[in-house]
């Protein structure tokens, strides 16, 4: 089981950046592929970019490939979302998810462990 906890939301204008970070606990993160979702008032859950256990792979939604960068340190069990040149419509709570597995998936329903989110606001 692995508990996940992110930080490093806030209030930033348009074309700017910031850093999520999503710490887990556990012995064995190194096992799990990571994700990163984040939902708007309104709307649904939807995945922006995911890594796999080894962080050889990542993989992005349309929307946010060439602007935000996943990445992993297993040392430190933390995932981090660089997202560069934000948009409004990045507006969201962002949500890091684990699953364990050697696989990554863009669906919601296919992670088993959830952190409660961080606010990110992007003002034009």
């Known amino acids: 089981q692995v508990q996940l906890g992110e930080s490093g939301g806030g209030l930033v204008q348009a074309g700017g950046s910031l850093r999520l970070s999503c710490a887990a606990s556990g012995r064995t993160f190194s096992s799990y592929a990571m994700g990163w979702f984040r939902q708007a008032p309104g709307k649904e859950r939807e995945f922006v970019a995911a890594i796999t256990w080894s962080g050889r792979r990542t993989y992005y939604a349309d929307s946010v490939k060439d602007r935000f960068t996943i990445s992993r340190d297993n040392a430190k069990n933390t995932v981090y979302l660089q997202m560069n040149s934000l948009k409004p419509e990045d507006t969201a709570v962002y949500y890091c998810?684990?699953?364990?597995?050697?696989?990554?998936?863009?669906?919601?329903?296919?992670?088993?462990?959830w952190g409660q989110g961080t606010q990110v606001t992007v003002s034009s």
């Open positions: 998810a684990a699953q364990a597995s050697t696989y990554y998936s863009d669906s919601p329903a296919w992670y088993d462990y």
